[in-house]
């Protein structure tokens, strides 16, 4: 069922132009062309994919990176506050940037902010969170901008890119681990592991320029220059669309403000000291397991979908009660417990971020789905935003009450 916005509202309608009629065949139900299907949805996977990853990189190193010298609620201030003003105030502007122009600046800003923190990182925290600052601002603007463009094309080109973004998890944590853990052989510094994962971004580039194929009713085939239908719309209409996408953009809030005051507030509390792993090791450990749980959800929408979004957001809420509490009170005799909670809490967090934007990819009317896709992305950066702040504060008073010896001395 597609929500036709000019139903909601009398305002939203206005006189038909010739890109409206462009327009009236909807990308997500015409016949696709196989061979330029399957190209998308790799294009899509790939660019969700190195957009998340160095996200996921320093999300992992994040213990490694402050080494002490901050709380680690400051690194995801650092990694959410850009996008989060990016997808709030930008999305209502970035369809007068092209994509390419876009693809190009996530690019360049991602490759510069691993030179930052793998060349001067170590040495001040100061260019440390900036260089991950530089970073956020690219992977906030890249997640608005192609899940606008996923408008264009197949809807499972929205299942491709929250597969591509889950799996970013995957790989980037593992990587992240396969450098730096004695058990792969290779055992590199966290400044020289950032340093030889600086040129992954580049990927993306190919994936836009020679593997995505322009849309059918692209004005310039050769440039990838799209129609946008955003660029009709008024401030006032583009406001009355958030009418029919709050549900998910409120179940979004909830669930990524639950799954990070987790990642972040509790998870550096539950460290184990009687363990052979290093502290900065089960770190890394519950993140490869959660990122797990990420990328496992966010590709199962083709087999299971839902548009109910609020009950994951509720069990997210529950995970982080039973973790704080277990944490304050150490119910967890062993450390193969929290790491189950782990996984769970990351297939909560991807399985309601897939449903959630797919079901918006279904249900709201093609004319304001390039809008409603950036748009509602701000939602997840809000809970993510807020869980920041809150984790700075948890973080303390959970390691004080257990003692850790080490995320304790920051007061």
């Known amino acids: 069922m597609i929500i036709n916005t000019e139903d909601l509202d009398p305002a939203l309608r206005r006189e038909e132009t010739a890109d409206d009629r462009d327009l009236e065949l909807d990308p997500y139900d015409q016949p696709p062309d196989l061979h330029s299907k399957y190209r998308n949805l790799v294009a899509f996977f790939l660019l969700g994919l190195i957009n998340n990853y160095g996200y996921v990189v320093f999300g992992s190193a994040a213990t490694a990176i402050l080494d ?151 004005v310039n085939q050769r440039h990838k220059v799209f129609v946008s239908p955003t660029k009709h719309l008024t401030f006032m209409q583009k406001f009355k669309i958030l009418q029919p996408l709050f549900i998910y953009m409120a179940s979004l809030t909830i669930v990524y403000f639950a799954e990070y005051a987790i990642n972040d507030g509790v998870q550096p509390a539950l460290i184990y000291t009687n363990i052979s792993i290093s502290s900065d090791e089960q770190y890394t450990w519950y993140q490869f397991l959660y990122q797990t749980g990420v990328f496992l959800s966010r590709s199962s929408v083709n087999i299971f979908h839902t548009e109910r979004v609020w009950i994951f957001a509720l069990i997210q809420c529950v995970n982080l009660v039973i973790l704080f509490l277990a944490t304050w009170y150490w119910w967890f005799p062993v450390i193969y417990i929290p790491a189950s909670f782990m996984f769970f809490e990351g297939f909560m967090g991807g399985f309601t971020y897939v449903n959630a934007f797919y079901a918006i990819s ?45 995320y304790c001395q920051i007061s």
């Open 68 to 218: 002490g010298r901050a709380p680690v609620g400051v690194l995801l201030l650092c990694e959410i506050l850009p996008g989060f003003l990016i997808s709030g105030v930008g999305s209502w502007f970035l369809h007068y940037i092209p994509y390419v122009i876009r693809m190009w600046l996530v690019v360049t800003l991602s490759v510069v902010s691993f030179l930052i923190v793998a060349i001067w990182g170590s040495g001040s925290v100061f260019l440390a969170l900036f260089g991950i600052v530089v970073g956020a601002f690219a992977s906030g603007l890249g997640e608005p901008s192609f899940l606008a463009l996923s408008s264009f094309y197949d809807k499972n080109t929205v299942s491709a890119w929250s597969s591509g973004t889950g799996f970013a998890g995957v790989f980037g944590s593992f990587t992240y681990l396969f450098y730096t853990y004695p058990l792969f052989g290779i055992q590199l510094s966290n400044s020289n592991t950032l340093f030889c994962m600086a040129p992954t971004p580049l990927i993306m580039a190919v994936a836009y320029l020679l593997i995505l194929t322009p849309p059918k009713d692209n």
């Open 362 to 406: 279904e249900r709201i009317d093609p004319r304001y789905r390039e809008f409603a896709m950036s748009i509602t992305v701000f939602a997840d950066n809000l809970g993510i935003a807020v869980s920041a702040v809150v984790s700075i504060f948890l973080q303390q008073v959970l390691c004080k009450r257990i003692g850790n010896p080490k």
